[in-house]
């Protein structure tokens, strides 16, 4: 019984392979694949009067030469950079709400409020093993409509100002210079409690969720980490995501050792982070995401010490600069707003 069991298996699986060959013997030659193709779209203006407004965008269908169920991708391109996916539709034919292609447009390189000529392409696939084909680009005269991101951004919990907005402990994020709508803090973060954030400190808009969450997870109304730990919270809404992750410092510089980004770590130590000055200069820091789009630019996310205090660069200039002896110990308490050199 058990010889006639394995056999049976292995007739199964030679009849699902032959089958699967069959049905990829059906798929037209490479060369006779018929790629979708998008029909020219009228020009696009984004204004605040038409966000909830959609526009559609059509095509003729690919063919395969097998009767089987075909998925199109639609994709955004500004300039000479990477496409953008906008979203995907079985059919021929795609609505998309304004204010998601404004998004899109905007996070694939297009400027506010300023016309600008974009690329569509679509494509086209049945399966994974299956090619895919991909149609001719389509050019589209796009104008953006200008977000209205907030200019404040805080965070409440039950460890930043114990669900009290008048509690000097409630989290005031710092803005990522040069992005709209890109907001940061790092803050000692204990399991179980629940934290959410407002763009004003008070009731009433507050939210635990843009619709990406990383990092976390969100019951009953509150956001939560799943071990206590030292963290950086970035929020970018023009992309509608909150990622949460281990808090990464750095420190840059001559009183470090060089100007090379992400080579001198600050170590945490309980609710602290920690590094020492190895030569005589100015103390510069910053902070690093793997959710920020600054890239080399560390400067969009620095801070130093002023007063016995932490003082973010935020969207503003230059900051007052800090000079330090060799073998001086930083200290950094995130949560408490304080830092030391000793």
Same mark, same amino acid.
Request: charged content about 20%; some cysteine; aromatic content about 12%.
């Given at each position: ?43 696009i ?10 526009t ?40 998309v709400?304004?204010?998601d292609l ?36 389509v ?10 991101y ?16 008048d ?31 407002n ?13 990406s ?16 730990? =030292? #963290?950086? @919270?970035?929020?970018?809404? $023009? ?9 990464? /410092?750095?420190?840059? &510089?001559d009183?470090?050792?060089?100007w ?24 510069? =820091? #910053?902070a @690093?995401?793997?959710?920020? $789009? ?9 801070? /130093?010490?002023?007063? &016995?205090?932490i ?6 200039d230059?900051q ?6 060799a ?16």
């Amino acid at each position: 019984m058990k010889r006639l069991n394995i056999i049976l298996s292995l007739l199964l699986i030679t009849f699902t392979a032959c089958e699967k060959e069959q049905d990829m013997a059906k798929v037209a030659p490479a060369d006779q694949l018929m790629a979708p193709v998008l029909a020219s779209h009228s020009a696009i203006v984004v204004t605040a009067d038409n966000l909830s407004e959609t526009t559609t965008f059509k095509w003729q269908r690919a063919d395969f030469g097998i009767s089987a169920a075909i998925e199109y991708f639609l994709y955004v391109q500004v300039d000479n950079g990477e496409p953008t996916l906008v979203s995907s539709a079985y059919g021929d034919s795609l609505d998309v709400k304004l204010e998601d292609l404004n998004k899109k447009i905007i996070a694939a390189g297009a400027e506010p409020i300023v016309e600008t000529n974009t690329t569509f392409i679509l494509t086209a696939s049945i399966q994974e093993d299956y090619p895919t084909v991909t149609s001719q680009p389509v050019g589209v005269r796009v104008t953006t409509f200008k977000p209205l991101y907030p200019d404040n951004m805080y965070m409440i919990g039950k460890n930043f100002g114990d669900w009290n907005w008048d509690n000097s402990s409630v989290v005031e994020m710092t803005p990522t210079w040069g992005l709209e709508g890109h907001f940061w803090c790092i803050r000692y973060i204990t399991a179980g409690n629940g934290f959410k954030w407002n763009t004003v400190k008070s009731w009433g808009g507050d939210f635990v969720s843009l619709g990406s969450d990383v990092g976390f997870t969100t019951a009953d109304g509150n956001a939560f980490v799943a071990t206590s730990g =030292m #963290y950086i @919270v970035y929020m970018d809404m $023009p992309n509608t995501k909150i990622t949460i992750e281990q808090a990464r /410092v750095y420190g840059m &510089g001559d009183c470090f050792g060089s100007w090379d980004t992400e080579q001198y770590p600050f170590q945490v130590n309980n609710q602290t982070m920690n590094l020492i000055t190895s030569a005589a200069g100015e103390l510069r =820091m #910053y902070a @690093v995401s793997s959710a920020s $789009p600054v890239g080399g630019d560390w400067w969009k996310m620095e801070f /130093v010490i002023l007063g &016995g205090n932490i003082a973010y660069r935020g969207a503003g200039d230059d900051q007052t600069r800090v000079q330090v002896d060799a073998g001086k110990t930083v200290t950094l308490d995130f949560n408490a707003g304080t830092g030391t050199i000793q």
